[in-house]
Structure formats: C-alpha cells, structure tokens
C-alpha cells in the first residue's frame, strides 16, 4: 500500500476505480434507505426500551427477574439448539449425496433442496398445520397403523414448532455443507482408500475434517435463523411453546407494551449480533451461500 | 502377520466389500430419499389440498374441483390484498435493484472509506431478526402515517430486499474485467455512456437474478407485512396469516398455491438461465 502513495500523499487515480465523491454519490440512496428503514427504526425501539418514559432498566430487570421470562429466554436457545442439531443430523448426508452423486439424482436432489427454499415461510407453515391438525396426514397415517386409537393433540406443540422450523431451515444447513463437500477433491478419499482406510474411515479422517467449514457456516446460520424466527412458532405454537420473537409480538399487538418489547426485542438483537461478531470468520468462509 | 495371510485377507475383503456396499448404499439411499420427503412433502402439499371438493381440507382430496380458486379469486377482499401485494412488489423490485445496483458498483469498484463497515451493513438486514424490524418499524412508521400505506411498504420492502441485488451484483462485477471498461473510457467514453454500454450489459444476469429475488423478498414477506399492515392496506400475507386460524376450507391451500407457483416460477427462470450461461452454480 505505502508503495503505491505518490509523493503527495495521494494514491494515483486509476480509471479502474471510481473516485471517492463518485462512489459515495453512488451509496448514498442506499444509505439513505438502510437509515430510513432500518438503523433508525432500530435505533428507536431500543432507545424506547431504556429512555421512554423515563431512564430506567426496569424493562431488563424483568426479562431475568420474572420467571415465565427467564422461561422464554431459555426455550428459545433450547429450540434453536435442537432445531439446529436436527437439521445437521438430517442435512449433513443430503449435501454429502448432493456433492458425490451426478447426472438426474444430483438434479432431484437440489430440486428437492431448492424448491422449499424457495418457497414462502409462511405457506410452509401453513403445510405443517394441515399435516398435523386433528384428522390431518400425520394422525390419519398414525391411526391406520395402528400406533394409536385417537388422533393425537399433535398442533401447538413444542414438537410441531421444532418439526416445521426444522424443515424450514434444512436447506440453509445443507447449501453451505455442499458448498465445501463438492470442492473436496475426489483424489484425497481415494488416496485414503490406497492407504488401507476402509470408507467408514477414509470419511471420517478424511471428508469429516474437511467438511468442517461448511459444518460452521451451516449450524452458525441454522442457530441465528431460528433465534429470531416468527412466522412458524407464531402459527404452530401455542402459549406453552412462546419464544422471544412470539413473545415481542404478543407483547406489541395484544399487552401494547412498548418499552418492555423493545427490551426483548434488544435482548434479541445483542445474542444474534454477538453470535455473528463473535464468529463472523465461519459466515465469512461460506461462499455458496447465495440465494439467503 | 504373515505376508500370505495378509494377501488372503485383502483378498477377503475385496471380495466381501462390493455386498457390504450395496447394502449400506441401499440403506443410505433410502435414508436420504425419506430426509427429501421430509423436505419437499410440507413444501408441495397445498396444490392437491386446494383442489379438494369437500369444505374441509382433506387428504386425499375425493373429488377436484378449481372452485377454490374461483372463489379466490373472485372475492373482493383477497384481490385486493393480492393488487396490493403485487404493486408494493413491483415497486419494491424497481427501487431495491437501482439502489442496490448503484451500492454494488460503489462497494466493488469505488474507492469509499469505511467500506467494510458498510459492506457488513448491507448484509445487516438478512442477518437481524425480522421481528426486530418489523416491530421497530411498526413503532417509527404508526405516527408517521405510514402503516398500511404503499410507500411505507415500499420503504421497508426495498430495505429488506436492497441486500439480494447487492450479493448478486457484487459477484457479477467481480467476474467483470474492469479493463473493458478501461479500453471504452480510452476511446472516449464518458464514465456514465462506459458504465451503459460496457459495465451494464456484462452484468446484466447479476442484475436480473437480484431483482427476482427482490421481488420475492417483498412478494413472499410475511414478519414485517403483519406489523406494518392495515386495516385497509394488507398484503396478501398477512391476509393469509389471519385467514389461517379460522378459515379451514381449501381456500387456503388455493392462495398458498398460488403463492408458490409464482415463486418456483420466478426461481426456476434464473437458475435455468444462470445454469445456461455456464455461471451454474446452485444454491
């Protein structure tokens, strides 16, 4: 860098580049939509949570003071965990088959990846509700096998949210994973195979510690995805599956507690930024990830 | 071991090896095929769910019929919310792919100080919870007028979608050859007519690709469509939303079809073109 200064100080103007006054002329309508629309409205609702109406953290005090909060803060980890464990356990050997097969499987799979990621939350959500409502498929299915009498109280569970968010969010766990399984050269296993690695072996020796940066990038986006969902726990759970997002939402639309949801939803905010800052390096090494 | 004994085993091995791999490619097979059941069967099932005839959703439907449809589409209230959607949508795509284009260009080429800062910015709305916004919206846009209004949807739209057209641009422009440009400015081009008819054209599937996803971005938003709606400005989201819990005929299912079709559609259109211009790449 210091060999590029001329000796005015200045670096040369490469036509390459666009100016300083030129580059931030262009950025400036992007600016001036991320202040309007985000950092402002963002800004404002955590002011709200400690200045309004007057200083106090009151409204913090009662997120760790007050049970059924503490409740809600915990559940929403623990879903977001298991939600996460369970999309790796299930996404791992899809992006593994998606990566090593070729031709028309390689083609179903990622249709099969894709399609559901491209597709609305919200008519996902509502596919779930008709699987598991009372004479839905799941408990149809149940009953004519016989693995119960009457249909089950499936709906407004905390295993229905799991199920659904896990579904959901499946694909953003397998897309990263292929990401870095496709560009494990071939030559490595093989190698390992000469060696006298049986496959079981020559997997975990050698495409398992490999596959690691897609592993990182896939469970870090799984977990903060599902820390702020809203849309599936808001229509599959019930009063006994609240998490931090349903409870912003409860507390704004139906208690018009302002302050204290901008609390939550503060609370929210710092776990997700501190997650992301805390290991920005693994989302950084998670180039496949195009689509959000 | 002796050198005989271990030329035996290997043997042994090898030719045990072929069974004991189909068997476990079989089970894995099986495996994978039930984990993208999983995957694909909440995803497709509305389409037969809405064509069933009886009042109820059903499964499998016992008889099909497209009245559900009908009645989609000829209630007042679910076209109106559809028109809104749609419109907002529009407009979202044209105002979040010059923004972002114009932000990728600045990004990628522009000598801008703090721009990893506003690099890590530009990501920020994919990456914070959307209920965050959506109730922080709600607070700042309530007093202004701005709920339920085309332009406040617009505004916070646009912000959530600007993040897709920036990714898809970054990466065309860093597969551009900036010489090319280099070589129009030579021969007299001024930056805006190089910028036309030499950077534009070569970018332009980074272009379309952000401006679909910006249009699904908006189109297919549900967390910040509940909260800044109206009671006369909704979107077809947040009608579907509300409908859901006590609405169970296949209407429903008939809307979030429609939902779907327009989304596989409009992604199938640049994966098959991205596929074709030998960028293909999934995911």
């Not at chain 1, 791992?92 to 031709?103: F, T």
């Not at chain 1, 060696?195 to 975990?204: D, R």
């Not at chain 2, 091995?13 to 059941?37: D, F, H, M, Q, Y």
């Amino acid at each position: 860098m210091a060999a590029k200064l001329l000796a005015n100080g200045r670096r040369p103007t490469s036509a390459r580049e666009y100016g300083p006054m030129l580059a931030l002329a262009l950025i400036t309508p992007f600016v001036m939509l991320l202040f309007g629309g985000f950092l402002y409205p963002v800004g404002a609702l955590l002011w709200g949570s400690i200045f309004v109406p007057e200083a106090t953290l009151a409204n913090y005090a009662r997120i760790l003071h007050e049970p059924l909060f503490l409740l809600v803060l915990w559940r929403t980890f623990e879903i977001a965990f298991v939600v996460t464990a369970l999309a790796l356990l299930l996404g791992y050997p899809v992006a593994l088959a998606m990566a090593r097969v070729s031709g028309r499987s390689a083609l179903l799979i990622a249709a099969c990846v894709l399609i559901p990621l491209w597709t609305s939350v919200l008519v996902r959500s509502y596919a779930w509700i008709v699987l598991l409502q009372r004479n839905g498929l799941v408990n149809n299915a149940l009953i004519e096998t016989g693995l119960t009498d009457a249909p089950l109280r499936l709906l407004y569970t905390q295993g229905a949210v799991i199920a659904a968010m896990t579904q959901v969010l499946l694909p953003f766990m397998i897309l990263p994973i292929y990401s870095v399984v496709r560009n494990i050269p071939d030559d490595l296993v093989r190698a390992a195979r000469n060696l006298g690695a049986g496959s079981f072996q020559a997997f975990v020796r050698v495409t398992l510690p490999l596959s690691f940066p897609g592993v990182s990038a896939g469970v870090l986006i799984t977990f903060i995805l599902s820390l702020g969902f809203y849309i599936t726990p808001a229509l599959l759970g019930g009063p006994s599956t609240l998490m931090m997002s349903t409870l912003i939402g409860q507390q704004t639309t139906e208690l018009l507690d302002w302050p204290f949801a901008g609390a939550l939803a503060t609370t929210l905010l710092f776990a997700t930024l501190l997650l992301v800052i805390v290991f920005r390096r693994a989302l950084a090494l998670n180039k496949g990830f195009e689509l959000g | 071991m002796a050198n005989a004994d271990l030329v035996l085993a290997e043997q042994a091995a090898r030719e045990k090896r072929p069974l004991a791999i189909n068997a476990a490619t079989l089970l894995a097979s099986v495996a994978i095929g039930l984990i993208l059941l999983f995957l694909l069967l909440p995803t497709l099932i509305v389409i037969p769910m809405s064509l069933g005839t009886s009042a109820y959703i059903e499964f499998p439907p016992h008889g099909l019929t497209l009245r559900w449809y009908e009645a989609y589409f000829t209630d007042p209230d679910w076209m109106a919310a559809t028109w809104f959607s749609f419109r907002i949508a529009v407009a979202t795509t044209g105002s979040a792919t010059i923004i972002g284009t114009l932000a990728a260009v600045s990004l990628v080429r522009g000598r801008l100080p703090g721009r990893e800062l506003l690099r890590a910015l530009a990501l920020a709305p994919l990456i914070v919870p959307h209920i965050v916004i959506a109730v922080a919206l709600y607070l700042v846009f309530a007093p202004l007028g701005l709920t339920g209004s085309f332009y406040g949807f617009v505004i916070a739209h646009s912000m959530l979608a600007v993040p897709y057209v920036v990714i898809t641009v970054s990466a065309a422009l860093q597969r551009f050859d900036p010489n090319l440009e280099l070589a129009a400015l030579n021969c007299g081009a001024t930056r805006l007519q190089a910028f036309l008819h030499i950077v534009l054209p070569n970018i332009r599937p980074g272009v379309a690709a952000g401006a679909v996803f910006a249009f699904l971005a908006s189109f297919d938003e549900a967390t910040v469509a509940f909260f800044i709606s109206g009671v006369e400005g909704k979107t077809i989201t947040r009608k579907m939303f509300e409908d859901i819990d006590f609405n169970l005929t296949p209407l429903i299912a008939a809307v979030a079809t429609v939902l779907t079709v327009v989304s596989l559609v409009l992604m199938s259109t640049i994966e098959i073109a991205r596929q074709r211009s030998g960028q293909g790449r999934l995911g």
